[in-house]
């Protein structure tokens, strides 16, 4: 807020300046006004917003790629440089393989199921009236859902002993599948909950999407004697691109950076590790193990993939923007 | 095959029905914790999916009563944080924002590049250092400390918002308040930001939700000493009683209520935000 009131005596008679600056309209300021009123624009309208993310976000990015080069442990010191040794160390951790090998499946999953159920029921919505209105609203309910509310709704659905157990138990089933218990199905019920959260988001973009094709073209179309197939993939599907793309990155990401629910619903577990992610193992490893150097090797890590995925899902996806 | 207008009796019934069919499944398991939050806790695993009537409140009531206060405090704490947060995120990042859209020197390019690659930064990848530069300010454990935080985290999606807004309001409009002598204050005041008001909404409804849900940071930034916010509360819950559906359930409907009326309060304006930026930008 100095800065600004200080602004008129430095700025002298720029356009810029308050008050009844009216007999510096047309005459060109000085040089060196013209500059002290950049700056001074920068720093009331650039400059607050920028440092908060330079200090907590760069700077805190800077500080994990550079512990990850340390065998930094606030509970083991001394700290010094241990090069490439926690990278060496990560390919043969196999809580680290394992991991992202779990967030791999479930990045996998998450993004193939949620865009193909997204694109059917936005196609399955995509008409007017009160009907498919509430029906909108109902699959956009999740999106304003916590992930700790959602993860706990499913837990107590499909724990081992949660509703829908002793739902199959009172219909005789005599031993009902532990969802999240069982170390070959947790992995998936996992991705399936996320699946559930994600959907609505989809929907939502698609519906957009399918809002945005022509009928006049679809009609053209149906006139030149398409079947709906033929219509859909000549013109619904290439008209729908934008929206895939954008579901697509969401999704990756979003299955990548999965932490909250292994750590609400399943803790890594059953056993050891069947259900951790990345996310998950960078967590456990610098705050609970302490860790940090090592953690931050893998959040390191982590970060490039995430990198990667986005610049490689954006340049694939928007190449069949402009070919189609 | 058979295209609409031709036959429509065969279709006319199939798609309301399959529609109402797939969105009840989808709804099922939300409609299950819904009922069960009027139902005492022992009728719950008996009859998972049946109707409360006559609604019971005493989960609601037992929530409300906790004698630790556990919602109570974490009601006020997410209050705090996620008023404080959006409203300032709304007003630096509306600024930066128009900065950004207005410079067209090299630098400010590269500085919005940066920017928006904070868009896909897990904060599980941060979280350890911010603690540090949190600590190092004598901030770590107290809300402003998790106010900033938040700013710094969320300051990506706020410039992005509104950047494609702001280059859908003419630069003439700008420039002829500055002829009548408005100051760079006064034109952003009183010229641009009003009309960004559906940037604003959206950006108020995405970053309220997304504050009002966070898990981790919370959790690790306010830490065990000084209290949290509901959604952190009802993990804290969940350790206590595994089993009672009914006062977990009851926390979470307690819990997502406030940021739900604030969803639906500003819906109808941040829909429109959205697209009009995409769409004119």
């Given at each position: 807020m100095s800065a600004t009131l200080a602004r008129p005596a430095g700025a002298?008679?720029?356009?810029?300046?308050?008050?009844?600056?009216?007999?510096?309209?047309g005459t060109r300021p000085p040089r060196g006004g013209r500059r002290v009123t950049k700056a001074l624009h920068f720093l009331t309208f650039g400059a607050p917003g920028m440092i908060v993310y330079l200090l907590l976000v760069l700077v805190p990015i800077a500080m994990t790629v550079r512990a990850g080069f340390t065998n930094r442990n606030p509970a083991n010191p001394p700290t010094h440089w241990v090069g490439l040794r926690n990278y060496r160390d990560l390919l043969h951790d196999p809580a680290f393989t394992g991991a992202l090998r779990n967030t791999l499946i479930v990045t996998v999953i998450v993004t193939v199921a949620a865009n193909v159920l997204g694109l059917f029921i936005a196609q399955l919505l995509d008409r007017s009236g009160w009907l498919y209105n509430a029906l909108r609203s109902v699959f956009f309910t999740p999106v304003v859902l916590s992930s700790v509310v959602v993860s706990v709704m499913w837990q107590a659905i499909l724990s081992d002993d949660g509703l829908l157990a002793s739902a199959l138990r009172g219909l005789g089933v005599e031993d009902p599948p532990g969802w999240l218990s069982d170390p070959d199905l947790a992995l998936y019920s996992v991705a399936f909950i996320i699946t559930w959260q994600v959907l609505g988001f989809c929907v939502v973009v698609y519906l957009a999407g399918l809002a945005a094709v022509s009928t006049e073209l679809l009609e053209a179309a149906e006139m030149d004697g398409a079947g709906r197939l033929s219509r859909f993939r000549h013109v619904t599907w290439p008209m729908l691109a934008p929206a895939v793309t954008i579901n697509t990155v969401m999704l990756l990401i979003t299955g990548f950076k999965t932490y909250d629910q292994i750590q609400v619903i399943t803790n890594g577990g059953p056993g050891s590790g069947t259900t951790s992610t990345i996310a998950f193992e960078v967590v456990q490893t610098t705050f609970t193990g302490n860790h940090i150097g090592y953690g931050s090797a893998m959040a390191t890590l982590m970060l490039m993939i995430i990198a990667a995925i986005s610049v490689v899902a954006l340049r694939f996806l928007q190449r069949r923007e402009v070919t189609q | 095959m058979n295209a609409t207008r031709t036959s429509p009796r065969s279709s006319s019934w199939f798609r309301p029905l399959a529609a109402t069919f797939v969105t009840g499944v989808f709804f099922l398991p939300l409609y299950v914790v819904l009922v069960n939050v009027f139902k005492p806790g022992s009728e719950i695993t008996p009859h998972p999916v049946g109707v409360p009537i006559p609604p019971s409140f005493t989960s609601i009531h037992e929530v409300l009563t906790r004698s630790d206060h556990l919602f109570w405090y974490g009601l006020i704490n997410s209050v705090e944080v996620t008023a404080i947060s959006i409203t300032v995120l709304t007003v630096v990042s509306a600024m930066l924002g128009h900065y950004l859209a207005r410079s067209t020197g090299r630098w400010a390019k590269g500085a919005l590049a940066i920017m928006l690659c904070?868009?896909?930064?897990?904060s599980t990848v941060i979280l350890q250092p911010v603690t540090e530069v949190l600590r190092s300010l004598g901030l770590m454990n107290t809300i402003p400390g998790l106010v900033l935080a938040n700013i710094g985290y969320y300051v990506p999606f706020g410039v992005f918002v509104f950047m494609g807004f702001v280059?859908?309001?003419?630069l003439e409009l700008e420039e002829a308040a500055a002829l009548d002598g408005a100051g760079r204050f006064r034109i952003f005041w009183s010229v641009v930001f009003p009309l960004l008001r559906p940037a604003s909404a959206s950006v108020l409804v995405f970053l309220g939700v997304w504050i009002w849900n966070d898990f981790l940071n919370p959790l690790i930034i306010l830490g065990p000493a000084n209290g949290t916010t509901v959604t952190v509360g009802i993990y804290r819950a969940i350790g206590e009683?595994?089993?009672?559906?009914g006062t977990v359930f009851a926390l979470m409907f307690l819990a997502t209520l406030p940021i739900l009326v604030f969803y639906l309060a500003f819906q109808k304006h941040f829909v429109k935000g959205l697209t009009g930026g995409a769409t004119k930008g």
């Amino acid at each position: 807020m100095s800065a600004t009131l200080a602004r008129p005596a430095g700025a002298g008679p720029s356009k810029a300046g308050p008050g009844p600056s009216k007999t510096g309209r047309g005459t060109r300021p000085p040089r060196g006004g013209r500059r002290v009123t950049k700056a001074l624009h920068f720093l009331t309208f650039g400059a607050p917003g920028m440092i908060v993310y330079l200090l907590l976000v760069l700077v805190p990015i800077a500080m994990t790629v550079r512990a990850g080069f340390t065998n930094r442990n606030p509970a083991n010191p001394p700290t010094h440089w241990v090069g490439l040794r926690n990278y060496r160390d990560l390919l043969h951790d196999p809580a680290f393989t394992g991991a992202l090998r779990n967030t791999l499946i479930v990045t996998v999953i998450v993004t193939v199921a949620a865009n193909v159920l997204g694109l059917f029921i936005a196609q399955l919505l995509d008409r007017s009236g009160w009907l498919y209105n509430a029906l909108r609203s109902v699959f956009f309910t999740p999106v304003v859902l916590s992930s700790v509310v959602v993860s706990v709704m499913w837990q107590a659905i499909l724990s081992d002993d949660g509703l829908l157990a002793s739902a199959l138990r009172g219909l005789g089933v005599e031993d009902p599948p532990g969802w999240l218990s069982d170390p070959d199905l947790a992995l998936y019920s996992v991705a399936f909950i996320i699946t559930w959260q994600v959907l609505g988001f989809c929907v939502v973009v698609y519906l957009a999407g399918l809002a945005a094709v022509s009928t006049e073209l679809l009609e053209a179309a149906e006139m030149d004697g398409a079947g709906r197939l033929s219509r859909f993939r000549h013109v619904t599907w290439p008209m729908l691109a934008p929206a895939v793309t954008i579901n697509t990155v969401m999704l990756l990401i979003t299955g990548f950076k999965t932490y909250d629910q292994i750590q609400v619903i399943t803790n890594g577990g059953p056993g050891s590790g069947t259900t951790s992610t990345i996310a998950f193992e960078v967590v456990q490893t610098t705050f609970t193990g302490n860790h940090i150097g090592y953690g931050s090797a893998m959040a390191t890590l982590m970060l490039m993939i995430i990198a990667a995925i986005s610049v490689v899902a954006l340049r694939f996806l928007q190449r069949r923007e402009v070919t189609q | 095959m058979n295209a609409t207008r031709t036959s429509p009796r065969s279709s006319s019934w199939f798609r309301p029905l399959a529609a109402t069919f797939v969105t009840g499944v989808f709804f099922l398991p939300l409609y299950v914790v819904l009922v069960n939050v009027f139902k005492p806790g022992s009728e719950i695993t008996p009859h998972p999916v049946g109707v409360p009537i006559p609604p019971s409140f005493t989960s609601i009531h037992e929530v409300l009563t906790r004698s630790d206060h556990l919602f109570w405090y974490g009601l006020i704490n997410s209050v705090e944080v996620t008023a404080i947060s959006i409203t300032v995120l709304t007003v630096v990042s509306a600024m930066l924002g128009h900065y950004l859209a207005r410079s067209t020197g090299r630098w400010a390019k590269g500085a919005l590049a940066i920017m928006l690659c904070g868009l896909m930064i897990p904060s599980t990848v941060i979280l350890q250092p911010v603690t540090e530069v949190l600590r190092s300010l004598g901030l770590m454990n107290t809300i402003p400390g998790l106010v900033l935080a938040n700013i710094g985290y969320y300051v990506p999606f706020g410039v992005f918002v509104f950047m494609g807004f702001v280059k859908t309001i003419p630069l003439e409009l700008e420039e002829a308040a500055a002829l009548d002598g408005a100051g760079r204050f006064r034109i952003f005041w009183s010229v641009v930001f009003p009309l960004l008001r559906p940037a604003s909404a959206s950006v108020l409804v995405f970053l309220g939700v997304w504050i009002w849900n966070d898990f981790l940071n919370p959790l690790i930034i306010l830490g065990p000493a000084n209290g949290t916010t509901v959604t952190v509360g009802i993990y804290r819950a969940i350790g206590e009683h595994q089993s009672d559906f009914g006062t977990v359930f009851a926390l979470m409907f307690l819990a997502t209520l406030p940021i739900l009326v604030f969803y639906l309060a500003f819906q109808k304006h941040f829909v429109k935000g959205l697209t009009g930026g995409a769409t004119k930008g």
